[in-house]
C-alpha cells in the first residue's frame, strides 16, 4: 500500500484548501483512510477519517464543521478539504490506510494505521 499526499503550500487564511491522498497497490474503498496532521513542536493528531464498507467519515471533535472527507473511488484517491484555513492550521499533512477493522466505522487514531504517505506542508499566512 503507498499513499501520497499532495495539495499542500502556502495558502492566506480563508477560502479553502483541498488537500488529495493517492492511493496505489490496493483500492482506496478497500481500506479506512485517515487524514492526520503535525505542527512544527506538537504530535501527531487525528483529523478524520472514512470507512471503507460504506464511505461514512468522521471526524474529531475540534475539527467538525471545518474539515470534509471525501472520496473518488475512480481515482482511488481521497480528499481533505480544509474550510476557512487559519494560521494555527500550519502543519503537514499525511494521509494513512488501515485495513478495515469494523464495518461503518473507522478511527482516527494515529495507532491505528498501518500505512503512511510523507505528508504534505501547509502553511497558512498572509
Known amino acids: 500500500v503507498q499513499l501520497q499526499a499532495s495539495g499542500g503550500g502556502l495558502v492566506p487564511p480563508g477560502g479553502s484548501l483541498r488537500l488529495a491522498c493517492a492511493v496505489s497497490g490496493v483500492t482506496s474503498d478497500n481500506y479506512d483512510i485517515g487524514w492526520f496532521r503535525q505542527a512544527p513542536g506538537k504530535e501527531r493528531e487525528g483529523l478524520s477519517c472514512i470507512s471503507s464498507s460504506d464511505g461514512s467519515t468522521f471526524y474529531a471533535d475540534s475539527m467538525k464543521g471545518r474539515f470534509t472527507m471525501s472520496r473518488d473511488n475512480a481515482k482511488n484517491t481521497v480528499y481533505l478539504t480544509i474550510h476557512s484555513p487559519k494560521p494555527e492550521d500550519t502543519a503537514v499533512y499525511y494521509c494513512?490506510?488501515?485495513?478495515?477493522?469494523?464495518?461503518?466505522?473507522?478511527?482516527?487514531?494515529?495507532?491505528?494505521?498501518?500505512?503512511w504517505g510523507q505528508g504534505t506542508l501547509v502553511t497558512v499566512s498572509s
Open positions: 494513512a490506510a488501515s485495513p478495515p477493522r469494523r464495518a461503518g466505522f473507522c478511527w482516527i487514531s494515529v495507532s491505528g494505521y498501518d500505512y
